[in-house]
């Protein structure tokens, strides 16, 4: 079921009234403690939920006068970004050290820049999406399993050591 004549499922639209609730609760109580890093760097993260959320319930809607392959390279920005995110946000939210690489440099190497290339560059030169998604996930894909693996071994060892 689709709402308000829009490509956004109903599901879609009622995680999104979810998450602007939270966002709105956990904006306010931020605003009472301005120096909360973690619940900033959480802040950060669910706005970013938001909007890859919206983009992919709104977007490719060939009613937008966006041309379609820019509604896709954004959709699928979104989901990269929001990715990408992740390591960061352990590595600053929950200070596990060991992840500094992966967000400084993995990010960068292994998610962004296929997407700049296979998304990006590539689709917005050819208008292939099936071309863009078969080979432009498989590096991300692929590394988000040694992210994955980093993330968890992080976050056993701090809690080892406590």
Known sequence: MLVFGTEMLLVTFIFVVI???????????YLTRLRDKQRKLYLILLSLLIL????????PDPNYSIPIYVQNIIAYGTGFLMA???PFYFYKAFNLRSLRFHALYGVPL???LPYLLFFVISYSLNRDLSFAIHDGIVIPFFYSFVLLWAIFKAIRSVYKER
């Open 19 to 29: 998450e602007v609730l939270m966002l709105i609760f956990l904006l306010a109580g």
């Open 52 to 59: 890859y959320n919206i983009t992919g319930g709104l977007l």
């Open 84 to 86: 990408s995110y992740f």
């Open 110 to 112: 292994f998610l962004m």
